[in-house]
């Protein structure tokens, strides 16, 4: 057979790497997109049931016992809450030079929904990173070097988060632009009500967004709308410093761990499984 | 819910002659069309070409196209039938991986991209409707052209509409599976230059000027002998009816007791491993940065219809940047997906039980998606004539009413009643087991065997499970049965001359005698499936 050999290097996503290529996009102040597509995305994505209510979880026709806390809490069901999901696939499609998407991978045990998410990327490429990019493994990077910098960095900061968020720290000063809880209820008065508070933002703006999967929706809108803005998706990681409960993640232990007992449960949580990020 | 919009269905390729070769192809791609479209869009138009002679009956009955053309396939050129033997020539040592492409394969592979083109063309020729912004592209068996893994198409609303979205090949490095193509109207219409390009690349193969550097073709990696085995036909059966097995596994055991616990993470291993992503450039990155690609020449080996697809998507940067392969897995359909396709009107007659009110049964009658041209519903002594008007609304209302309560005269005044000779030719749906809530649970299969029962002029099929028969290639679930027998009435289709027989010949059990069919006219019955809520 007649064969046609090239060797081609590929680069892999890694989770420091990646980190500090956004870092660097900071301190050269070219703004960029990071949006995070993690399990409760994926399901709405795939038109599941998805149900995270008080002490249950309803995830892939299976039902879990929880503990997160109210804030944590969303429903949504594929048969009236399309608008919900089709604007997440318009999100999860679209692809531009600085709009970095975050996707499940190997450490979460979710190999099959990344080949999912890079399909409907269109491909791999160097846009696409871990959605726990400021999680687990990258943590401590993530607080104690990345947002560090980014707070440095940006005078101007709005903050997307729960309506009981109180925002602390370096973000005291921030606009903080409330959502309530569980909003697939009323998405779009939500969406809109939002989407205008951002889009009236000062120039070259930082938009930290901890609102599910609405800030997935916002980011691409203002990716596209107002192309100055820097827009994170922060997820839980910065939830002390939006007032938030402080430890209602495994990883947030990683900065809170004190006594002999969790400084032995943060160990072990280092040789887990899900702990290393990995593509 | 979101707005309805507009779709337009585009239907090309050739179909296999009736007199030769059976249908079954055809009418599993209709079933599982109808069960794909969900209802949140609106089929507008359906454009169809046909390489295929004496068919025209067969399409206007199925899909009813609003624009069909049908035409005799053109003589092949020369060329292109030698690119064939030159093809495999070059191949050198044909493994058992590696089938040569036949002058038959070409041919037929040619004139499939041909009449898509042309199917294609007609989207120029009517006017784009503000509402119709998306189009469906298919062949006639476009879901079983891989036989034995039939496929759903992956139709789904949401999706945004400025994309081209085709099935997912996890062998992605040898080529784009093309057999429906979900797009929108402009991009629809790029999709109109595959035929030029086709011949082209097969007169550029024969004359061995391909240049394969000039084609951007994804750079994939050398499969090992191991992964290469998951390609081979016989294989991926095995592999997806162990996968069907284990996706049973993991619906059954959801509960977190121990065993179902243990069960579930055995399943998902086993998925995990069989469903284990391609390490392609196109659609991963490699596990370990140091492993190199390896690539072949992709283009080398048997000419198909994917590796076209693959070099022609490549070659159009248009479609190439907007392109999202999709597997029928990627999305759960909701409960709202499905729609039928030019439904067959009938004529219905129910038998109606004791406990079952005829008011209720008309509350009801809107869900019935069939068009009713007349219905008939029996109650002991009484025989509702109704007209359903357009909307699926009782237009008029008469009863028959008869003195002697025998079935015979009931149904002989039923066969009076149907009136004009148009009526029939409808096929008559009769019912004395159904769920007024529901009627039927999958209309899809049940227009297509309508349809299918009008075009080879059936006079009967029974909906049972106890009536044994051969099972018969061209339609599924359906077994003809040729031993005479005594039948009473349940759920059944029957044509209007088995009807007028029927009347005539039940006695006051109930019962009527099949033995008066000729053998040419065996009765069909259908097992296997449940279609009727209540059987």
Redesign the interface.
């Known amino acids: 057979?007649?064969?046609?050999?090239?060797?081609?290097?590929?680069?892999?996503?890694d989770g420091v790497s990646d980190l500090l290529r956004l870092e660097d996009f900071i301190v050269k102040r070219k703004p960029f997109s990071f949006v995070r597509f993690s399990d409760g995305e994926i399901e709405i994505?795939?038109?599941?049931n998805l149900s995270i209510m008080k002490n249950f979880t309803e995830y892939r026709?299976?039902?879990?016992k929880n503990n997160f806390p109210t804030f944590d809490q969303k429903s949504f069901h594929?048969?009236?809450q399309?608008?919900i999901?089709?604007d997440l696939?318009?999100t999860a499609?679209f692809?531009n030079e600085f709009y970095f998407k975050g996707v499940p991978a190997r450490h979460n045990g979710m190999?099959?929904d990344?080949?999912?998410m890079?399909?409907?990327h269109?491909?791999?490429d160097s846009n696409i990173t871990f959605s726990d990019l400021f999680m687990n493994s990258n943590f401590l990077m993530a607080r104690e070097r990345f947002f560090p910098s980014v707070f440095s960095n940006f005078e101007k900061i709005a903050v997307i988060g729960n309506w009981r968020s109180e925002l602390k720290g370096p973000l005291a000063e921030a606009l903080l632009i409330k959502i309530p809880d569980n909003f697939f209820s009323n998405y779009s008065e939500v969406l809109m009500d939002t989407y205008f508070q951002l889009k009236t933002l000062p120039e070259f703006s930082l938009v930290l967004a901890s609102a599910s999967s609405l800030s997935n929706i916002l980011g691409y809108r203002l990716h596209v709308s107002r192309p100055d803005l820097t827009f994170i998706d922060v997820g839980t990681s910065l939830n002390d410093l939006l007032g938030l409960s402080v430890v209602s993640r495994r990883y947030h232990q990683l900065r809170n761990a004190h006594g002999f007992k969790e400084k032995i449960k943060m160990m072990n949580f280092r040789f887990s499984k899900g702990y290393k990020l990995r593509? | 819910?979101?707005y309805k919009q507009g779709l337009t269905i585009i239907l090309s390729g050739s179909l296999p002659n009736s007199t030769s070769f059976d249908l079954a192809e055809f009418w599993k791609c209709f079933i599982q069309v109808q069960r794909s479209i969900p209802q949140?869009l609106n089929v507008d138009n359906i454009l169809a070409h046909s390489f295929s002679v004496n068919q025209h009956e067969l399409i206007k009955l199925v899909y009813n196209p609003n624009v069909f053309i049908e035409e005799k396939p053109p003589s092949p050129q020369k060329n292109i039938l030698m690119a064939a033997s030159l093809n495999n020539s070059?191949?050198?040592?044909n493994?058992f991986l590696?089938p040569k492409t036949s002058h038959s394969d070409l041919k037929h592979l040619i004139l499939d991209i041909t009449s898509r083109s042309k199917a294609l063309n007609l989207l120029t020729k009517i006017p784009n409707e503000e509402t119709s912004k998306r189009v469906l592209i298919l062949d006639w068996t476009a879901l079983t052209y891989r036989k034995k893994n039939t496929r759903e198409i992956c139709v789904?609303?949401?999706?945004?509409e400025d994309?081209v979205y085709m099935e997912?090949n996890k062998n992605i490095d040898f080529g784009y599976y093309d057999d429906w193509i979900f797009t929108s109207w402009n991009l629809a219409k790029e999709f109109i230059s595959f035929e030029d390009f086709s011949t082209a690349f097969v007169k550029k193969r024969c004359a061995g000027a391909l240049d394969?550097e000039s084609i951007e073709w994804?750079?994939g990696y050398?499969q090992s002998v191991l992964r290469s085995l998951f390609f081979i036909e016989k294989l991926t059966d095995i592999t997806s009816s162990v996968k069907k097995y284990a996706f049973a596994v993991h619906?059954r055991f959801?509960h977190?007791d121990f065993f179902s616990r243990v069960f579930y993470k055995l399943a998902t291993l086993l998925l995990?491993i069989l469903?284990?992503?391609i390490i392609s450039?196109?659609?991963?990155?490699?596990?370990?940065?140091q492993f190199?690609?390896?690539?072949?020449?992709i283009v080398?080996?048997k000419i198909d219809r994917s590796k076209l697809a693959k070099a022609f998507v490549a070659s159009k940067p248009l479609i190439k940047?907007?392109?999202?392969?999709?597997t029928a897995n990627?999305?759960?359909?909701?409960?709202?997906s499905g729609q039928l396709i030019a439904p067959q009107k009938i004529i219905l007659i129910v038998d109606l039980d004791i406990g079952q009110s005829k008011d209720n049964f008309l509350k009801n009658i809107e869900g019935f998606l069939l068009p009713l041209k007349k219905v008939f519903i029996i109650k002991r002594h009484k025989i509702f004539e109704i007209t359903i008007g357009k909307r699926g609304k009782v237009e008029k209302q008469k009863i028959l009413n008869i003195l002697e309560l025998r079935l015979d005269k009931k149904l002989m005044l039923i066969r009076d009643r149907i009136g004009a000779p148009s009526n029939k030719s409808l096929p008559i749906v009769f019912l004395n087991s159904f769920s007024e809530q529901n009627f039927c649970d999958d209309w899809s299969y049940l227009n297509a065997l309508l349809k299918f029962f009008v075009f080879t002029n059936k006079r009967l099929v029974l909906f049972s499970d106890s009536v044994y028969g051969k099972r018969v290639k061209e339609f599924p679930f359906l077994k003809s049965v040729k031993k005479p027998q005594e039948l009473s009435l349940q759920n059944m289709v029957l044509s209007s001359l088995f009807f007028a027989y029927m009347a005539e010949s039940i006695s006051d059990s109930g019962k009527f005698k099949v033995s008066e069919l000729r053998p040419a006219q065996n009765f069909c019955s259908i097992s296997g499936k449940q279609i009727f809520t209540g059987i």
């Open positions: 057979m007649t064969k046609f050999r090239r060797s081609v290097s590929l680069a892999i996503p994505l795939r038109n599941h026709g299976r039902f879990f594929p048969n009236s399309q608008f999901r089709r696939l318009a499609l692809k190999l099959a990344r080949e999912f890079l399909r409907l269109g491909g791999a593509w | 819910m979101l949140t070059q191949d050198g040592k493994n590696k789904d609303a949401s999706l945004p994309y997912y394969l994804p750079w050398n619906r959801v977190r995990t469903d284990g992503p450039a196109e659609t991963s990155f490699l596990a370990h940065p190199s690609l390896k690539t072949r020449k080398s080996g940047d907007n392109l999202r392969l999709l990627d999305f759960k359909l909701t409960s709202v």
